[in-house]
Structure formats: structure tokens, C-alpha cells
């Protein structure tokens, strides 16, 4: 068991536990969290309050234990991330988290990165749906039904990239130039993008695992594979593997679905397609109902999650998590938005939600689904925070007066 600098885990709850593949979740789990920073010191204690909530609705009780990151821990230990906080994690296997500050193009290096890739969650869940009464771009936002898997530790994402000028961005062009030929200008700064037969199948085997276990229709391999083939055509060539090795006897291609099925979909099936990112871009929106898990590399995966979540009302929405294997953090998709910082003024939704998403990770499904109930009931009587109400007035409320109306309604439930 690791030792605790700083803080102290709580004495009342219990450990979750992972064995045989699968978590073991008491009734009071412990479950370590942290506000981070800019508006997760707004988002963070209202989405307790719902949580808190939920859990005694079904006869349940998270036990908090508080750690930090961002600038708290800056202020506490001298570092952004303290080793405190990744053993918590490491050690009760659940944990929830608010945004954490990435300054652009220098200093630190992206502290959800790095607590992707220490704890090795490799992939990104976000799952993507229409609550009744957000306002949407979309004309039929009520089929939007997404989860997506963006894989979380490779690509260029990895963070393997050299400045301009650099020893290493010099010698690598040298390089190059000497073994392959390959004429890159020398003011260039160099990324590298990854992407393995390993961490692509672990992804897919998780997004088909899911499909499965969820009862859904489709999972859909999102990549770039015309133009860059060995990195995203082969991520491609490899989710296809994994359906057809690992979990053959539920999936069919389309092909298959088309040759053989008439397109009508048999019984228990779950159909595997592939779409090139730019094209399921515009399909997102013009063919929204036939989407549904969608799997894709780091880049796409950022990009395409944060449309998504425009198509059902915007980041105060959205929820996330960062999955491995018997390990999750979940946390909204939006950042820190430092200019409302402390103002109780933005949507706690995303964060509440993304607690509903943890619950449901922990296999209490019926309080996640009261959460998102009482969130559409708050939201369906007009009481709104101001992202939701510059497109369709109602209430307007602050972050801690909207998180209280959803426990309000969820008492209801
Ligand atoms: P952001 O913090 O998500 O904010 C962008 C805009 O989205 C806000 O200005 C606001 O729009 C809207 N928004 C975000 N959260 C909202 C909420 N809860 N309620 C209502 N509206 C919300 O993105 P950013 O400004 O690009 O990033 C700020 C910092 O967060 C950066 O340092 C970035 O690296 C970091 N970040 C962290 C995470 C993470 O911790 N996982 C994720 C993304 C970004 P309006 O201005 O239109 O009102």
C-alpha cells in the first residue's frame, strides 16, 4: 500500500477492488477527487452535492477522499501533479476530477496527459447524448446516441516532438535526409505519431466489448487510413482484426451485412464499419441515427468528441472518462475556462453527468440514470445557467443553485 505525504485516506468506506477482469465494488467505496483548476472549483462541489444525492437514493455512499492537482498542489507540494494524488488513484481505482490548465506551446507539459499515460488509461470514453429541452444545432438532436473510444496514448499525442532549431529536431532531419531521402525543411519543429498494433486492438477489443455488454448496433473504426496508411489505415486494418479474431461469433463487416443479410441487420449482431474521419465528420451530422460506438485514433478522437458535444448543447454538457483496464478517472470534456473561475456562473452538467458515467462504471446504473433524469427535469423547467440560457432564456441560475434544483428533483424520483 503506498504511503500519503500530504493527505490522508478516509477511515470509514472500502477499497474497490479488480480481480478476474472485473471490479469489485462495495457500497462505500472510497473514491479519491480533485477540483483542479479554473472552474472546477465551481463545477466539482456542485456535482458532489448530486452525487451524494444519488448514491443515498439507492442505499449507497461514496466515501470522498480529496487530493489535488493543478494549481492547489503547486501551492501544497511544490508540483502540479504529486505522487499523493497518482497512488490514490493507483490505489482505490476510481477517481473523479475536475479541469486541470494546459498552458499553449510551453511550459508543463498537459497534466491530463501525463495522467493518461502514467496510470496507462488508454482510452478516452465519452459518451455523447440528447437531454429534452438543450438547445442543438441540430433539426432531430434526439438521435444522437454516440459513446466514443479515442485512443489516449499514442499518436501525436504522445507527446514525442522536438522545437524548432533543437539538437533533436536537427539531427532527426539530418537523419532523414541521409537514410531515407526524406527532405524536411530545417526550421521545422518535428512530432513523431505512433500508433500500434497493441494499443489500437486493446482499444477496439474495449469499444466492441462495450457494444456488446450495452446492447448496441454498430461500432464504427474512425481513421485517416487514405492518406496516412501505416498509422491510421493499419489502426484500421487492426480493429477489423480484433472483431473478427476475438469476437467473431457477434460481429459482421458491412460487406457481410450487405452480401449476406440483405442489410437487415441479424439478431445479436453487432455490424463493424469503418468511415474516414473527414467523412464521418459530415455524417455525424447528416446521418446522426446510424452512428453509434465509434472508435478512433487520439487526434480524430479529440476533435470529433468536442463536435459531438456541440451537436446536444455544447462542453458544459458533455461528460468523459479515461478508462484501462480496471482503472477509470472520468471527467467532463470541457477545460478550465480560467475567465469564469470562482464566478458560480458555468454549467455544472458535464461534471454532474460525468459522475453519472462513474456510477455507471461502478455497475450502479439506476443512480446514473436518475442523475441524467433530474438533470432533463431541471433542464425542461427552465432552470438554466447562462450557456444554456443565451440560446434559449428560461431561469438563469449560477452552478450551485442549478446542482441544488437537480437534487431537488432527483428527491422526486
Ligand atoms: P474550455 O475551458 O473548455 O472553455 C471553452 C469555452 O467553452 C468556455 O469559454 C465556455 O464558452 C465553454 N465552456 C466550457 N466549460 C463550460 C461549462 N462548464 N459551462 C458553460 N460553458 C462552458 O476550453 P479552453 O478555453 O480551450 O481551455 C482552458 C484550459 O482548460 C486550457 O488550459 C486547456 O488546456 C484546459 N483543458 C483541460 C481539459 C481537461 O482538464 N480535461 C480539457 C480541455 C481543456 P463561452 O466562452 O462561449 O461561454
Redesign the pocket.
Known sequence: MPGYEKVKPPENGKKIRYEDGKLIVPDNPIIPYFE????GKD?VPAALMVLDAAAEKIGKEVVWFRVYAGEDAYKLYGDYLPADTLNAIKEFRVAL?G??????GGGFR?L?VTIRQVLDLYANVRPVYYLDGLPSPLKKPELVDLVIFRENTEDVYAGIEWQRGSSEALKLIKFLADKFGVQIREDSGIGIKPISEFATKRLVRMAIQYAIDNERESVTIVHKGNIMKYTEGAFRDWGYEVAKEEFGDVTITEDELWDNYGGEVPKGKIVIKDRIADNMFQQLLTRTAEYDVLAMPNLNGDYMSDAAAAMVG???IVPGSNIGDGMGVF??????????AGQNK???T??ILTGALMFEYLGWKEASEIIKKAVEMTIKSGIV???IHRHMGGKLVGTREFAQAVVENLQTL
Open positions: 483542479g483548476d479554473g472552474i463545477v476530477k479541469p486541470l490548465t494546459t498552458p499553449v498537459s491530463n455544447g462542453l458544459g471527467e467532463p470534456v470541457h477545460g478550465s475556462a480560467p475567465k469564469y458555468v454549467n455544472p458535464a461534471e445557467t447562462y450557456d
